[in-house]
């Protein structure tokens, strides 16, 4: 989700979904409600959007990879 929602959008004037949220929520309770989720804001030279990064992701936190449908 990190990834997906840090993704400039056009529909959003160019800004992620999370950078419209720290702006419509100001900083605080947007970082209060990102936190909750666990999603944080990845760079856009870090920004991922293929399938492998879910595996990625959950070996960061200790995590099998996901069994894949053949």
Do not use: C
């Not at 929520?25 to 399938?51: C, H, M, Q, S, W």
């Amino acid at each position: 989700m990190s990834h997906v929602n840090s993704n400039p959008r056009a529909s959003l004037g160019g800004k992620s979904p999370i950078q419209m949220l720290r702006f419509v929520y100001g900083d605080d309770d947007a970082n209060a409600l990102l936190d909750a989720f666990g999603i944080y804001g990845v760079n856009r030279d870090e920004l991922t959007l293929k399938p492998e990064i879910l595996d990625i992701e959950r070996a960061k936190r200790g995590e099998p990879p996901l069994t894949r449908l053949r």
